[in-house]
């Protein structure tokens, strides 16, 4: 009889120590998911990167007279290859914008493999979202739809004469491009921006 009493005892007594367990781990995963919250989902491009011929590329620096005294912001980037033609070819600076990392790396071992790494510069970050204000001249190689949403930002922080040139998308009525060049069947528009808007 007194046997089965302790056997009682002792089985009610692991199962408080049992639950009490549980309580306290319960409580511990409410901390850590309290304490650290998912990181946000990285933000998708808005296009895919199709990267612009060489031939083009020249054409765009061509168009916009890019010197050694430029910087030249390439928003949406890809592998870079237009601010490192830029650094390259005509001595300028180089900032490029791409959301994509892997873009990013790509472009930077490019910089570095045509040494010009100390005259360009790669972010990995939303072009709608960067300060663009120092650039002296922009390419795009976008979307109709990403040209037009761009433009009021383009407006609002670039300096009056920056030149801005982009591969094969213009924008439309919007603001009427001041040259058109084809390239090789591809098209290239170029607008400066104005003093007044
Ligand atoms: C068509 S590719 C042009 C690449 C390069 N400019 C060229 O002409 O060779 C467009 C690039 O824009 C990038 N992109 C798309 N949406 C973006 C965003 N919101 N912010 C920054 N980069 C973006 C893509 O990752 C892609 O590399």
């Given at each position: 009889?007194r046997?089965?009493?302790t056997h009682?005892l ?15 781990a319960?409580a511990q ?5 309290q ?8 933000r ?5 990167f199709v ?9 765009m620096?061509e168009v ?6 430029d910087?030249v ?6 592998d870079g290859?237009?601010v490192?033609a830029a650094?390259?070819?005509r001595g300028?600076?180089?900032v490029g914008i791409?959301?994509?990392p892997?873009?990013i790396?790509?472009a930077?071992a ?8 100390r ?5 990995e ?10 650039a002296t ?7 109709p739809?990403?040209n037009?949403k761009l433009?009021?930002k ?5 300096k009056?004469g920056?030149r801005i040139?982009s591969?094969?998308?213009?924008m439309g009525d919007e ?5 058109t060049?084809?390239v090789?069947?591809?098209y290239?528009?170029?607008?400066t ?5």
């Amino acid at each position: 009889m007194r046997t089965h009493r302790t056997h009682w005892l002792i089985a009610a007594t692991l199962i408080t120590v049992a639950l009490a367990h549980a309580a306290t781990a319960a409580a511990q995963a409410t901390q850590a998911t309290q304490a650290a919250p998912a990181p946000p989902t990285p933000r998708r491009p808005d296009v895919i990167f199709v990267p612009t011929p060489d031939d083009v590329v020249a054409a765009m620096l061509e168009v916009t007279k890019v010197t050694k005294d430029d910087i030249v912001y390439d928003l949406g980037c890809g592998d870079g290859r237009i601010v490192i033609a830029a650094a390259r070819d005509r001595g300028a600076r180089g900032v490029g914008i791409d959301i994509d990392p892997q873009r990013i790396a790509e472009a930077t071992a490019n910089a570095a493999k045509a040494g010009v790494g100390r005259r360009v510069t790669f972010k990995e970050t939303d072009l709608f979202t960067t300060d663009i204000s120092e650039a002296t001249v922009v390419m795009l190689y976008l979307l109709p739809s990403l040209n037009l949403k761009l433009l009021p930002k383009l407006m609002a922080e670039l300096k009056p004469g920056t030149r801005i040139a982009s591969h094969a998308f213009d924008m439309g009525d919007e603001w009427p491009a001041q040259q058109t060049l084809e390239v090789n069947g591809r098209y290239v528009y170029y607008w400066t921006v104005p003093a007044t808007r």
